[in-house]
């Protein structure tokens, strides 16, 4: 998957509009466009952008590490726990699929 597939999928799934998007990194709306169409890539710094507002590593963003990083910085140890288990029992699943 392409960074404009992805970056296009993460600021849906945060319900984010492109306008939204481009005021909180600090471009213009017709810029994310152009990222999510693959017309232009983004700078380094656009690139870091994008990986703090969508909680993932810049490697995800540019297709070189397909595992997503969920942020459980603000959860405790136990939510954090139970998180782990949930994600255990999908990955049993798909095993035996």
């Not at 994008?50 to 969920?70: I, R, S």
């Amino acid at each position: 998957m392409d960074f404009g597939t992805r970056a296009k999928m993460l600021r849906e799934n945060a319900k984010m509009t492109q306008d939204q998007l481009a005021k909180q990194l600090g471009v213009s709306d017709s810029m994310i466009s152009f990222y999510e169409l693959r017309e232009r890539a983004p700078s380094p710094d656009i690139l870091i952008k994008y990986a703090q507002t969508f909680h993932v590593t810049t490697d995800y963003l540019l297709g070189l590490e397909y595992a997503q990083v969920l942020n459980v910085g603000d959860l405790d140890e136990h939510e954090v726990l139970a998180l782990e288990t949930v994600a255990n029992s999908f990955r049993k699943k798909k095993k035996h699929l």
